[in-house]
């Protein structure tokens, strides 16, 4: 059973469609990673795993059911999604952004309980935020912001977390540091993460399967060898590379060319 | 008890003893002592019946006005700051000022009489004009069933210029009661009785714990949107309520003193920079020190020039403006208006 599935997806905004007859499905415990060029309708696809974008055909299955025959906090109990970013301008201090995530389950009145107040520590201290914790979020850097973000999440409990350029801002540190979390997450807790990324390389070494999204819809899916091809990304991205294997684990790692005619390139090709 | 819940006690406890204290201000000086006597023993059997008179029927009911209304306005702004995510929006923001001008003009200028909620005719005009204003602009604004923020605002802008200009040519055309009107728009709570503070106090008390149940959801809608959302928030059901609670509370503040500038916009910041931005502390902070402040202006509107009155909305904006400009010079951070 897949956890998430966009079923013959059409959406967008207002007549334009950014996605046409999209079928994707991620499973408990995997890291599907979205890749594309800019503009090619990832975060599209996110907000409608999300239920914050409604189809115009087809539908997202969660749980094998209709997203939008959940209501919105039991939607929000199971899905939680990370946006490339958000308003940060009101003062609320790093812990209370946190606890916020606990709404869905304890909802918009009821005050806050013992369980809650676990949740959310154990959601700051796997993030490093526990030092933090009375900041407002107005003064946090951006790393710091982003990790106050995931904390968030985490302590949404959602088994599905939809994560939209988490490693954005983020030094070469944390953009490992959160993208090993989000694959021991998913590992540990069974969750499952649908994220897209920029960098492939990222998106190789993390990543359970890849998906290719460009021309409104999904043009290759799979373990990062099947995907990660020259053609493909030339065709994609436009952009001459090299594929390479990982010294240590093996996997594909795209090595971009400078200018260089595709004839060189095949011949480096392992 | 954390810090800021003990802020929210104290300052509660301020409110109280400055209450206290300006039952005993004014024409005639009493004591604090002998109010707690007057208050305790209303009988009067130890008691001079002209002091009696003066705390029941005069300063009581119109020291409770000024805080229930200080407190409305207080509330209004905090839950208007907190839904436009944006500190310079006070009570007046979508309109209800304007239109409670009209209403109070248009009384005024057909001389209405009667009473209606048990309000006489220019606060309860200036009701119904206050919530009518509202009611056209969120629908001029309204699209299908979405609420976009920018044009409520705009919205309320033009139609509030509108809506002055229209006050401003009846003023024009009706110059012998130029002065009635003037007053009335400058603010004032003198010579407000009980049925005043029955008809407003209760409206101001509904919508203000209608604000404050929904602290949690406009801490998440300050996340955006997209994070709400995605937090289970109905952004949609969120707004129209929020808009709905203050209107009210800005109308019945409005009926009930006039309109009075710069509470709603001075008590939530210092509510904040007191008890930080969680707005289920905020809203009730912004509340007390509404109260607080509209308390301290009246004292002052009505003493200064005894046996005259100032109007107390002059007293606000000529205390109020130099005081917030202090505040943003030096708590810039605290104000949260690193926008």
Not at chain 1, 159 to 165: T, Y
Request: proline share 4%; hydrophobic share 50%; glycine share 10%.
């Amino acid at each position: 059973m897949s956890a998430v599935r966009a079923q013959d997806l059409t959406c967008g905004y207002d007549q334009r469609k950014v996605l046409e007859s999209l079928s994707l499905s991620a499973n408990s415990g995997e890291v599907l990673v979205l890749l594309g060029p800019n503009g090619a309708g990832k975060t599209t696809l996110l907000r409608a795993l999300a239920r914050f974008l409604r189809p115009m055909a087809g539908m997202v299955l969660l749980e094998d059911q209709d997203l939008w025959t959940f209501s919105a906090d039991e939607a929000a109990q199971r899905v939680a999604l990370m946006p490339q970013s958000e308003r940060r301008d009101w003062p609320l201090t790093v812990e209370e952004s946190v606890r916020l995530g606990r709404a869905p389950h304890r909802g918009w009145y009821a005050p806050f309980n013992v369980e809650d107040r676990r949740i959310v520590e154990s959601a700051l201290a796997s993030t490093g935020l526990l030092e933090l914790r009375e900041r407002p979020i107005t003064e946090l850097s951006g790393g710091e912001w982003r990790r106050m973000i995931f904390a968030r999440a985490l302590a949404q409990q959602a088994n599905v977390l939809l994560l939209d350029e988490p490693t954005a801002g983020l030094d070469l540190k944390f953009q490992h540091e959160v993208l090993r979390l989000v694959r021991d997450l998913a590992k540990n807790r069974k969750l499952t993460v649908v994220v897209t990324l920029h960098d492939l390389n990222h998106a190789t070494l993390y990543g359970s399967r890849l998906a290719v999204v460009a021309e409104h819809t999904i043009v290759a899916v799979g373990a990062a060898q099947e995907v990660m091809t020259v053609d493909l990304i030339q065709r994609v991205f436009g952009v001459h590379v090299t594929i390479v294997a990982h010294p240590i684990y093996g996997t594909p790692m795209v090595v971009p060319l400078l200018e260089m005619e595709p004839a060189r390139a095949e011949e480096v090709h392992p | 008890m954390n810090r800021p819940v003990v802020v929210v006690v104290v300052l509660f406890a301020v409110l109280s003893v400055t209450a206290l204290l300006s039952l005993g201000v004014g024409a005639v000086t009493i004591s604090p002592g002998r109010i707690l006597q007057i208050l305790t023993d209303r009988e009067g059997s130890k008691v001079a019946s002209t002091e009696l008179t003066i705390i029941w029927e005069v300063r009581l009911p119109r020291l409770l006005l000024a805080c229930f209304v200080g407190a409305g306005l207080g509330t209004a702004g905090a839950g208007y700051q907190g839904l436009f995510r944006n500190p310079l929006a006070d009570p007046f923001v979508i309109g209800a000022s304007s239109g409670a001008a009209l209403g109070a003009t248009l009384a005024i200028i057909n001389g209405w009489q009667g009473t209606f909620l048990g309000l006489a005719c220019i606060p309860a005009a200036s009701l119904v004009g206050a919530l009518a204003a509202v009611a056209i602009v969120y629908s001029i604004a309204s699209v299908g069933r979405q609420i976009p923020m920018v044009s409520l605002l705009l919205a309320g802008v033009a139609l509030s210029s509108l809506l002055s200009a229209i006050v401003s040519l009846l003023m024009f055309l009706h110059e012998e009661k130029l002065m009635t009107i003037f007053g009335w728009l400058m603010g004032s709570l003198s010579g407000r009785g009980w049925a005043t503070l029955w008809s407003t106090a209760p409206l101001i008390l509904v919508g203000g714990s209608f604000l404050w149940m929904h602290s949690r959801a406009l801490d998440a809608l300050t996340f955006g949107e997209e994070s709400a959302a995605s937090l289970g928030l109905g952004i949609g059901r969120l707004r129209s309520t929020i808009v709905l609670s203050a209107s009210l509370v800005t109308a019945a503040s409005v009926a009930g003193g006039g309109i009075i500038g710069f509470i709603g916009l001075i008590a939530p910041h210092m509510a904040r920079s007191l008890v930080g931005a969680r707005h289920a502390l905020v809203i009730p902070a912004s509340g007390i020190l509404g109260g607080l402040l509209l308390l301290l202006a009246d004292d002052i509107a009505r003493t200064v020039v005894a046996p005259s009155e100032l109007p107390v909305g002059v007293v606000t904006a000529l205390m109020g403006s130099p005081f917030f400009l202090y505040l943003l010079k030096t708590q810039q951070r605290e104000l949260g208006v690193g926008l």
